[in-house]
């Protein structure tokens, strides 16, 4: 499987390398675009502040740039968090796209947007002050009526970035049981 992996607001840090490792490991190829040129953020608020120097329709125009050279060839688009958001927009753009694996992070999903069956897995906090229930509850019905196949895991008690071992956020069990399932949805695809 060919993925593209989007990092998150705190940029390329090493918790997105492992997780590249870690899919490599499963013998996916994996491309991890570096959306920030080098620079990352040890919390999300400084991630935010990176995000908002470079801006929202640089790191837009970066993420489509990355994903150009391998769409409509069967990618898998995965992201972290704001990574999630880049790989939902690339990939509900790719009418060859082959899956979408988020964790930690959804966006806005076009009116007109129509995915055919796209397979997508969503990995997420709960609660998460980032995609609250009305908001995940809205994109989800968003999803549907867009063709999408989805499913939704939630992990009680984690915070926002749980799989990243170096924030505060870190929860290991969850990390765990995420990275078991999106193995698997990988996997069946």
Known sequence: MDIMLFHSVCGLRPAVHAAADRLRAAG?????????EGQTASTA???????DRIGWDELVRRAVAAAAPH????LVYAGFSLGAAFAQMVAVADGKARGLLLLHGT??????????????????????????????????????????????????GAGHLYTDPDLADYDEEAAERTWATSLEFLGGL
């Open 28 to 36: 996916h190829q994996v491309r991890v675009p570096d959306l920030y």
């Open 45 to 51: 608020e400084e991630g935010r502040e990176i995000k």
């Open 71 to 74: 769409a409509g060839s069967g």
């Open 107 to 156: 966006y806005e999903v076009p009116e007109d947007a129509s995915v055919g069956g796209l397979p997508v897995q969503l990995h997420v906090a709960d609660p998460d002050p980032f995609e609250p229930d009305d908001w995940l509850n809205t994109w989800y019905l968003q999803m549907g009526r867009a063709g999408a196949d989805v499913e939704v895991h939630r992990y009680r």
